[in-house]
Nanobody, 120 residues
Framework: QVRLVESGGGSVQPGGSLVLSCAVS?????LAWFRQAPGREREGVAVRVSGGSTRYADSVKGRFTISQDNAKNTLYLQMNSLKPEDTAMYYC?????????????????WGQGTQVTVSS
């Protein structure tokens, strides 16, 4: 069983930065961040597999960075140059498979989400 608890969301102006954290308990080979805006499907943002390989959605490449602190059992999402279209509920997710998938249906475990709002 894997338990995930997100934190760090909030409101920020366009061009600003935020760091999301996800406290992880239990074993998982792949950890990811997803987001879902009202009226839209859940979208994969970034995934990190055990060993360090990462994959990003095209919409966030060069702006977002996924990382993990194994000593703290915490997954992070550093978000820079935020845009209004980044506004969404952000979820941490985990799965036991090795493939760096960004498909929500591949993930078994989910956190409760943290809201990110980008607005002037």
């Amino acid at each position: 069983q894997v338990r995930l608890v997100e934190s760090g969301g909030g409101s920020v102006q366009p061009g600003g930065s935020l760091v999301l954290s996800c406290a992880v308990s239990g074993a998982a080979y792949s950890l990811a961040w997803f987001r879902q805006a009202p009226g839209r499907e859940r979208e994969g943002v970034a995934v990190r597999v055990s060993g360090g390989s990462t994959r990003y959605a095209d919409s966030v490449k060069g702006r977002f960075t996924i990382s993990q602190d194994n000593a703290k059992n915490t997954l992070y999402l550093q978000m820079n140059s935020l845009k209004p279209e980044d506004t969404a509920m952000y979820y941490c997710a985990a799965k036991t498979g090795w493939l760096p998938s960004l498909h929500a249906t591949d993930f078994n475990y989910w956190g409760q989400g943290t809201q990110v709002t980008v607005s002037s």
